[in-house]
């Protein structure tokens, strides 16, 4: 069984973020809380590998930054609920979004799976929506014990044992309408046209006692009727503490004010040092 040996690191509390690299923006954590993020770091490291840049092949390794990423993100609430229905997390590009979310994806749909659970890849564009699919993908069949444990298709991933499936939905809303996603992974939030898409999942995610919708995004156009704005804003109230609402995490990178952008301290809010590269 692949989830063997992840319960030993199930109840780590979230990490409290670095200065050197804290965002610029966060929900607060709850103090004494639980988090799945070690669970995703564990089943990551033990069984994905760097799938480009100059450590392909190699074992993956995250950084502390997105370890509290994924701490952060996955908290639980008092009632064992993953706390957060809505979570946005803003950063620069090249900052492997694409492997995070498929290592989240991955963790829930076989290193902690349950039955019949409904995992999407979603975006504007079905090719924008396939860059995390198609990193999990990737990392199924390229691992004898993973694939063992899925059958792999061109859109989906279904685990074996338990039917739950990870497939890439279709950026056409209308057919979104009926899905009951527990995991849906909304990549680049900043270039959607509407909310259409985004109310789709977040609607059909209503009906479950837990679920997660995670806008992973880099920023875009500041207008005052993009959905992006709107959750920027919405996110900063939250955590600023203007807005009590505790099931809506924050995770924004950006630099400060008025950074030169030939300070070097600028790069560490502009790029990543991470070794895995991402679109």
């Known amino acids: 069984c692949l989830s063997r040996g992840l319960g030993d690191v199930y109840k780590r509390q979230p990490l409290a973020p670095d200065p050197a690299w804290a965002p610029a923006w966060y929900t607060a954590p709850v103090p004494g809380a639980m988090t799945d993020g070690p669970l995703v770091t564990s089943f990551s490291e033990r069984l994905m590998y760097a799938s480009k840049g100059m450590r392909k092949g190699l074992p993956l390794v995250y950084a502390p930054h997105q370890r509290f990423q994924f701490d952060h993100m996955l908290e639980r609430n008092e009632r064992g609920f993953l706390r957060y229905r809505i979570y946005l997390l803003g950063e620069p590009r090249k900052t492997g979004k694409s492997l995070k979310g498929s290592s989240i994806a991955l963790t829930y749909l076989v290193g902690m799976p349950d039955i019949g659970r409904e995992l999407y890849s979603v975006a504007g564009d079905r090719q924008q929506a396939k860059l995390v699919f198609g990193e999990a993908r990737w990392q199924v069949l390229n691992n ?23 497939r890439v939905l279709s950026s056409d809303a ?17 270039v959607q046209a509407n909310d259409e898409l985004w109310e789709a999942m977040r609607q059909g995610a209503g009906a479950r006692p ?5 806008g992973i995004t880099t920023a875009g156009d500041y207008r005052d009727d993009a959905l992006l704005t709107r959750l920027y804003d919405y996110g900063i109230a939250v955590a600023t503490g203007e807005v ?36």
Do not use: M
């Not at 009590?244 to 995490?249: K, L, M, S, V």
């Not at 924004?252 to 560490?268: F, I, S, T, Y």
């Open 210 to 214: 837990e679920s997660l919708l995670l």
């Open 144 to 166: 004898k014990r993973l694939h063992d444990e899925c059958h792999v298709y061109r859109d989906a991933i279904e685990h074996k044992a338990t039917g739950s499936v990870y």
């Open 244 to 279: 009590d609402d505790p099931t809506f995490g924050f995770g924004w990178w950006q630099a400060p004010n008025g950074c030169d952008h030939r300070d070097e301290r600028c790069l560490l809010y502009t790029s990543d040092a991470a070794d895995e590269e991402d679109s």
């Open 174 to 190: 209308k057919l979104a309408q009926g899905y009951n996603p527990f995991i849906c992974i909304f990549d680049e939030v900043h």
